[in-house]
């Protein structure tokens, strides 16, 4: 039975449009309750079983690592930082070169889902295939959507799209070697680039949950964020 315990958290963004709201304090250090948005993420991996973390940074990486340092409660963390913008498929690529075992759960650390592991694990074992955590919201037109039948992914729609549907909930259960095609330290988008090229005959499996979801890249869900999230953040 395959099992994951380490992580990739996209911690690199610039967070421009909450510059108004959070000043000098990188994306990932944005409070949340009076903590820290990124230790969110850790006391949710933590809590699933995870035992290493990379940190995928770039803005302001000395704040983060000053803040963390080399671990977490029992979790050891690593940290890649971009020498230049890579984008997220660019980041996920280089991460992932620094991972010890063959496969990884990458989350986007920009947004956060309560997500189940062991519910992916149990998918990505059945299948043997790549699994994308999605979360079925009322409007889909920010996010973009996913396409599928019976939990197979048969595609991706741009953003733009009204109405509900299931969108890309930012969270991955991938082996280490999926994106070993594109060079390391070249840029490229995971979203736009690396998903758009896949169908049904790459055998991604959709893992819907119907739980709170929150991207906090705007002003008006990082205020959301700091009531909905306020017990996941002690």
């Given at each position: 039975?395959?099992?994951?315990?380490?992580?990739?958290?996209?911690?690199?963004?610039?967070?421009?449009?909450?510059?108004?709201?959070?000043?000098?304090?990188?994306?990932?250090?944005?409070?949340?309750?009076?903590?820290?948005?990124?230790?969110?993420?850790?006391?949710?991996?933590q809590k699933q079983g995870i035992k290493r973390v990379i940190l995928s940074i770039g803005y302001k990486a000395d704040q983060i690592q000053k803040t963390f340092g080399g671990n977490y409660q029992s979790m050891a963390i690593t940290y890649v930082v971009e020498k230049e913008?890579?984008?997220?498929?660019?980041?996920?690529?280089?991460?992932?070169?620094?991972?010890?075992?063959?496969?990884?759960?990458?989350?986007?650390?920009?947004?956060?889902?309560?997500?189940?592991?062991?519910?992916?694990?149990?998918?990505?074992?059945?299948?043997?295939?790549?699994?994308?955590?999605?979360?079925?919201?009322?409007?889909?037109?920010?996010?973009?959507?996913?396409?599928?039948?019976?939990?197979?992914?048969?595609?991706?729609?741009?953003?733009?799209?009204?109405?509900?549907?299931?969108?890309?909930?930012?969270?991955?259960?991938?082996?280490?070697?999926?994106?070993?095609?594109?060079?390391?330290?070249?840029?490229?988008?995971?979203?736009?680039?690396?998903?758009?090229?896949?169908?049904?005959?790459?055998?991604?499996?959709?893992?819907?949950?119907?739980?709170?979801?929150?991207?906090?890249?705007?002003?008006?869900?990082?205020?959301?964020?700091?009531?909905?999230?306020?017990?996941?953040?002690?």
């Amino acid at each position: 039975m395959t099992t994951f315990d380490e992580a990739i958290i996209l911690a690199g963004g610039l967070g421009t449009r909450l510059r108004a709201v959070i000043k000098e304090v990188p994306k990932p250090l944005a409070p949340i309750a009076g903590q820290p948005f990124l230790k969110i993420h850790l006391n949710h991996l933590q809590k699933q079983g995870i035992k290493r973390v990379i940190l995928s940074i770039g803005y302001k990486a000395d704040q983060i690592q000053k803040t963390f340092g080399g671990n977490y409660q029992s979790m050891a963390i690593t940290y890649v930082v971009e020498k230049e913008k890579l984008n997220t498929g660019g980041a996920i690529r280089l991460a992932m070169s620094h991972a010890k075992s063959n496969r990884v759960c990458v989350l986007n650390g920009d947004s956060f889902l309560p997500f189940d592991l062991s519910q992916g694990i149990a998918l990505f074992n059945q299948y043997q295939k790549s699994v994308i955590y999605g979360c079925h919201i009322p409007d889909t037109t920010r996010f973009g959507r996913i396409d599928h039948k019976r939990g197979l992914i048969k595609g991706f729609r741009e953003k733009g799209l009204p109405g509900p549907g299931v969108i890309n909930a930012g969270v991955y259960l991938m082996p280490t070697d999926l994106l070993d095609a594109f060079p390391l330290n070249q840029p490229f988008s995971l979203e736009q680039v690396f998903f758009s090229s896949i169908g049904p005959e790459q055998g991604f499996r959709l893992l819907v949950v119907n739980d709170l979801f929150i991207d906090i890249g705007i002003p008006e869900d990082y205020q959301r964020a700091q009531t909905e999230l306020l017990s996941y953040a002690y």
